[in-house]
Each structure stands twice: as structure tokens, then as C-alpha cells.
């Protein structure tokens, strides 16, 4: 059978799979792939609490340079004050106020030209955050920035601590591609990062104290037990050494780190043209085990090694440190 042509840009194999062109980075703004958006008087972004005739987004977010997503609300205000204080902005750190308080999905802080935004956990939630931000993004008319997900993750083959910038999100089966279901039929995305953000993170770390930082991939799986080879799950139907050559597999195609949200946002973000990063620290070595028994405080100075780097990257692009 014969390829299916769909609006002349890519096909429809005979597995009902579609690879979607991609778009290069070079272009400033934002590739959104959606023509319907221009036949809608108003786009309500339900998820933020927010809308195009309610609010006037260029002047709320026109000049966002940044921005910075992860999985706690918690942890995402704290960003944004730390950004806050980073930044020597006027006012108090702590007098930051949440711009989605009108739902209790997703949480929203603007530092500046600074967005922190939470994103819930696993693929679904940050999928819709996404969807919602670009749009956002795009009516803001924003040029000229980059997106980050700094978080956690788990480690294969790093001491805890380290931090992981994502060269490639690739999937439990090691490729570098996010598959989404759309109308019955597979669309196929490439998970490629920006390579001028990554090498210039790791610089950036190389001038921080105590924040040990690599390029690796990042395999990113549907959930935190059974797709992660754990063994301590309500269920569990592979052995111990399963899940070892398993996690060796993965060493030997370079991934360094496992989480849950890297081939979606990674997808999305290539695919509008958007100049992204994935910034994790690992808080085991899976080689080790699967439970988290690190003491809290240590935990907390590990989750914050990924702030402090990017941070350090803002306030390098901004002029304030050399």
C-alpha cells in the first residue's frame, strides 16, 4: 500500500504511524502547528486560569526570557523566590504571588523576565501544562527565549547528586523519539535537545562549587515502578537480575538518569521550534536500590543543585556575573 499524504507534510505508513517534520531551532518565535487557533476569537487557557480576551498576555508576559518548569508547586515558588533574590529584583522575595490561584492545576510565578510554572507528575500533566504555556507564549508574542525542566531523578551508574543535563529523552526502549496517539494513528517526534544550551549548562557548572554536573540522555518512562524496573512496587513480575541487565542496557546506550516527564516536553518543545533543556539531579544510583532513604536535608540541598545551575545560566545570559 502506498504511503498516505497528509496536508503534504509527512505520511502515514501502513502502521498507521506518522513522523512529524521538524522545525529548526534557529527561528526566534514560537512554530505553533495548530491552524484553528487563528479562526478563534478567544482561546481560553482553562488550565491557568487564564484567556486571550480576559487578560492581556503581551503585556502580562512579553518579556519572559525563561522559563522554568518542574513537577511541585512547592518547589517551583521556592524557585521563584530563589530567582527572585538571585536576580537582586526590588520588593521581597516572599511577596510573590501565584497567577493560576484561580485552579488548583498548575502554579505560576513571574520573576522579572523569569517564569516558574509547576507541572504535576508524569507525561499527561506536563503534557497539558505545555500545551497551555506555548499557547501563552505565542500569544504573548515572546522571542528570544529558553525553556528549562529542572527536577529529580534517579540515577544509573551516577553517585546521588549529580546532575544530569539531557543530551537526548529517549524511551524504554533507548530511542531518541516520543510517540503520541492522535486519532488512532502514532505520531512519531524527535526528542533532540538544543546542543549550544547543554554545552553551555555544563560550562556554567564548571564555574559553581559542589554542583557536579555531565551530559547524558535521560530515559523517561510512564511511571515510577514497573516502568523503572523498581522492585519494591504493589506489583512486581521480574527478578532482581531483570532489573539489573536492564539498567545495564540502558548504561551502555548512555543513558545516566531516569524520570517521567523528558520525551514529551522535549518533543514538544522540537517541534515548535522551541530552544529547551531537561536538568535533573539524580537522588540514587538505581544500581543501588530503589528506595529514597537519603535524609531530608540532604535531599533538599541535592533538589536545589539543579536551581542553582540554571540560575547561574540566567543571571551569565543577563550580564550579571561574568
Do not use: W
Not at 562549587?209 to 506489583?235: H, K, W
Amino acid at each position: 500500500m502506498s504511503p498516505i499524504l497528509l496536508n503534504g507534510i509527512g505520511t502515514v505508513n501502513d502502521h498507521s504511524e506518522y513522523i512529524e517534520p521538524e522545525v529548526p531551532f534557529k527561528n526566534p518565535q514560537i512554530h505553533v502547528k495548530n491552524p484553528h487557533l487563528d479562526t478563534m476569537e478567544e482561546d481560553i487557557l482553562y488550565h491557568f486560569n487564564l484567556g486571550t480576551k480576559t487578560h492581556n498576555l503581551p503585556e502580562m508576559f512579553g518579556d519572559i526570557k525563561f522559563v522554568c518548569v518542574g513537577g511541585s508547586a512547592n518547589r517551583m515558588k521556592s524557585f521563584a523566590q530563589f530567582i527572585h533574590q538571585e536576580l537582586a529584583l526590588p520588593g521581597n522575595m516572599h511577596d510573590v504571588t501565584d497567577i493560576c490561584e484561580g485552579t488548583d492545576r498548575y502554579s505560576m510565578y513571574k520573576v522579572g523576565p523569569v517564569l516558574s510554572i509547576s507541572h504535576g507528575m508524569g507525561i499527561p500533566s506536563i503534557s497539558i501544562m505545555l500545551h497551555e504555556l506555548i499557547k501563552l507564549l505565542h500569544h504573548a508574542r515572546c522571542i528570544d527565549f529558553i525553556l528549562f525542566r529542572i527536577g529529580t531523578s534517579g540515577g544509573v551508574g551516577l553517585a546521588p547528586g549529580t546532575v544530569v543535563v539531557t543530551d537526548k529523552a529517549v524511551d524504554c526502549f533507548f530511542r531518541a523519539q516520543f510517540e503520541q496517539v492522535v486519532l488512532g494513528k502514532v505520531i512519531t517526534r524527535s526528542t533532540e535537545l538544543d546542543v549550544g544550551v547543554s554545552k553551555e549548562l555544563l560550562q556554567c557548572s564548571s564555574e559553581l562549587d559542589d554542583v557536579p554536573t555531565i551530559i547524558g540522555n535521560t530515559m523517561c518512562t510512564s511511571d515510577f515502578y514497573e516502568g523503572q524496573g523498581r522492585l519494591d512496587g504493589a506489583l512486581c513480575s521480574f527478578s532482581t537480575e531483570d532489573k539489573l541487565e536492564y539498567l545495564r542496557k540502558a548504561y551502555n546506550t548512555g543513558v545516566r538518569n531516569i524520570e517521567m516527564e523528558s520525551t514529551v516536553f522535549a518533543a514538544m518543545c522540537r517541534a515548535c521550534g522551541i530552544k529547551a533543556a531537561v536538568v535533573c539531579v539524580t537522588l540514587l544510583n538505581r544500581f543501588d536500590g530503589d528506595q529514597i532513604a537519603t535524609p531530608h536535608d540532604v535531599l533538599v540541598e541535592y533538589q536545589q543543585r539543579p536551581q542553582v545551575l540554571v540560575a547561574h545560566f540566567i543571571k551569565k545570559r543577563l550580564g550579571l556575573v561574568v
